[in-house]
């Protein structure tokens, strides 16, 4: 709070201080003020604002309050919010004054007491507390200050201070005590509440009043939380707050936003709504919620049904759905179910336990089994999440017309449906590791998907050709699809797609010819396929960004033979122009990733130094004899990784912009390049380069105390360096060590690597396989050679001849 404190003398500064109810956000305005307001000609302290002003008169009490204790009058009256504006403006127009407005919620209440700094004397500092940011940004404020949760510490501090009357738990409480600091998650409102509620109760009160505040909360902490929701103005963001509460906390937002879309709620302002008002939080991308305030969300929906089951409109309990669907209690108050048994429950749900949900909007029944399928269900329904269905298919009287997202992760479906449905507003199907599913549906069912993920489908053996006509798709999602063959060419015409996954496609041996259509592609994962060459059109696709090809062993779906041949000679997998030179037109092209590819400098006919955004390089695990000159000339190029490239000798030259360099296992390397001309110190990762001998110039990173960006540098099994090298290297590092320096040496009866600096070099996909799984795998090769037909045996020895020659 240095900024409320130290702000310009002269100027007028109104501060917010914002922040969930119970936070402190009064305690932390009341303590700035006893620590200041002597320094000020007069102050007042206005708390509980919305609170008063919602009374009759309310706000000329407050102004009265505020113009009395300023100017130190007594029986100051006003006759209307009018007069009390003009006279605060008159009176404090030439004082250096300091006003707390606490518990603002709208800008009436700011308006009728400091609608603007012009109010005040020079000087003048005023701040205000409210549970809504977007007030702030309206007023303008010129600081705002989030006050944030305590840390674990000063949870179990505060809470014992009320429960136990000392700074820490009583030995036999110690367990419990953190459980409840666990629940209120650094709330310190509540840690208050429930220390004193708490204190000098047993052992045994103290469990169970922990079972029952999980079931029904505290009275004082809902009502504090309670203010915020009844705040809200509108009935859609009411909505998708108690939606968000009792199902969603942890989803993602983007996925959120499309069922609440689906279901008519505007979620875009609505979720920033409940965020400026402190009732949800984004972490990474997912929406979260304190608990405490979950749980009120709960505890309101639970109020509305009078505890009757039936009219609920929203079940999340595990033994409540389960009674409310086994004695069929189903009602059409019900808007929400969600039944999410483990792995190892058997729940058989009969149909008839929805008949009479007729607005029904979101239902997750994952793991459970339908009996008796007939009538007309679901009719509402925007969001279905079955995960682990067991159907081969879905009942043809589920009408979902109205669903937004069918979710059926790990299901037994060999075929969604088995005729045709037209789902208008279908924008996600996820068939995530379907492993049955051996045929998608015709695509023109759904015209506005927008996410398709097929990853897992391991059955699946082509697309329907009319996946070329969903014009809105972003996300094609294939990723393990082991008997994918091919991709139709009408995949070229997918101009939305942003994010096209083939990473395992086994069998997948090229990309559609004419993908110049796809204009939006930014990611192009195809990892571990079996692509002979890209095609020449890649380089028109300006927008794209990411490009991953690693472990592309070009292994033909078409010809076993090829397959076992490349085991034996990999250096035979990929042509010669596997790149075309058109990839150079990639002016977009931030991240390569070619780990082994099997590539040698014939594999780079193309300049990359044309690749001008090109910021991460991954080319370790290929077979150059020399790093290919274009990479010298990257400009922007951060990350260079060479791990494992054995028959690597030499690196010539190095961009100056790099940060990062892995030559890790490159054990055919002797020198590496002048260092000094790179504008940072590297993060160099040499270890088990055990032909190097020195490492030119980089003694003269001794420069490092002048660079901003510190330097780490592995050099483990890295035997054959020079004695005096390494000295040399040694001592300028001690005598210049800094706490984010490190060098890592392993060399026969010497280790330097501090604890602080302890770091591994990055791994490279455990998925493949080191040399002595080689050696197994041809083990293994041969044993199968031995038990196959005369014939086809003296094809694969006549094949070895040939490669063995060469």
Known sequence: MKTLLNLGKGDVHIVGIYGMGGIGKTTLAKAVYNQIYNGFEGSSCLLNIKEISEQPNGLVQLQEQLLSEVLKSKNLKIANVDKGINLIKERFRCKRVLVILDDVDNLKQLNSLAGSSEWFGPGSRVILTTRDEHLLTELGVHEKYKVKELNREESLQLFSWHAFRMAHPKEDYQKLSISVVNYVRGLPLALEILGSYLSGRSTIEWKNALEKLKKYPHDQIQKTFRMSFDSLDDD????????????????????????????????????????????????????????????????????????????????????????????????????????????????????????????????????????????????????????????????????????????????????????????????????????????????????????????????????????????????????????????????????????????????????????????????????????????????????????????????????????????????????????????????????????????????????????????ELDIGRNNFLNLPHCIGRLPKLTTLMLSECASLQSILELPASLWILDASGCTSIETLPNLSNLKSSPHLYLAKCQKSVEIQKLVEIQKLESLEITAIIHLEYCNNLAFNFRRSLLSQFLSKRDKDQGIFLQVPNLRLCPERHKRKAPRHRQNYLDERHRDIKLFVLVIFLLLVTSVVLKSVQQQFLTLLMR
Request: hydrophobic share 40%; net charge positive.
């Open 236 to 615: 859609t963001v009411k909505d998708t707050f108690l939606d968000i509460a009792c199902f969603f906390v942890g989803m993602d937002k983007d996925y959120a936003i499309k069922i609440f879309d689906g279901c008519g709620f505007f979620p875009e302002i609505g979720i920033n709504i409940l965020i400026q008002r402190s009732l949800v939080t984004i972490i990474g991308n997912g929406l979260w919620m304190h608990n405490l305030i979950r749980d009120m969300g709960r505890e309101i929906v639970r109020e509305r049904s009078s505890n009757d089951l039936r009219k609920r409109s929203r079940l999340w309990c595990h033994e409540d759905v389960l009674h409310v669907v086994n004695k069929q209690m189903g009602s059409e108050a019900v808007e929400g179910l969600i039944l999410n048994p483990s792995k190892l429950e058997d729940v058989h749900i009969k149909i008839e336990a929805f008949a009479k949900m007729k607005n029904l909007r979101l239902l997750q029944i994952n793991g459970a089994n339908l009996t008796r399928c007939y009538g007309h269900l679901f009719e509402g329904l925007r969001w279905l999440c079955w995960h682990r269905c067991r159907l081969k298919f879905l009942p043809s009287n589920f009408h979902l017309e109205n669903l937004v997202i069918l979710d059926m992760q790990d299901s037994n479906v060999k075929q969604v449906w088995k005729e045709i449905k037209i789902l208008n507003r279908l924008k996600v199907l996820n068939l995530k590791n379907s492993k049955f599913l051996t045929k998608t549906p015709n695509f023109l069912q759904f015209p506005i998907l927008e996410i398709l993920i097929l990853e897992g489908c391991t059955s699946l053996v082509e697309l329907h050709e009319s996946i070329g006509n969903l014009e809105r798709l972003v996300l094609l999602n294939l990723a393990g699809c082991h008997n994918l063959r091919n991709l139709p060419g009408s995949t070229s015409n997918l101009k939305s797609l942003q994010i096209l996954n083939l990473s395992g496609c086994l069998k997948l041996d090229k990309l559609p010819e004419q993908l110049e259509n796809m204009i939006a592609l930014t990611k192009l994962h195809a990892d571990r396929t079996a692509i002979m060459q890209l095609p020449a059109s890649i380089g028109l696709l300006k927008n794209l960004e990411t490009v991953s090809l690693s472990g592309c062993e070009g292994q033909s779906s078409k010809s076993w033979l090829s397959r076992f041949s490349s085991w034996i000679s990999p250096k035979s997998s990929i042509p010669t122009h596997f790149l075309p030179a058109s990839i150079s037109g990639l002016c977009s092209l931030r991240r390569l990733d070619l780990y082994d590819c099997n590539l040698s400098e014939d594999g780079f006919p193309i300049d990359l130094g044309c690749l001008s955004s090109l910021e």
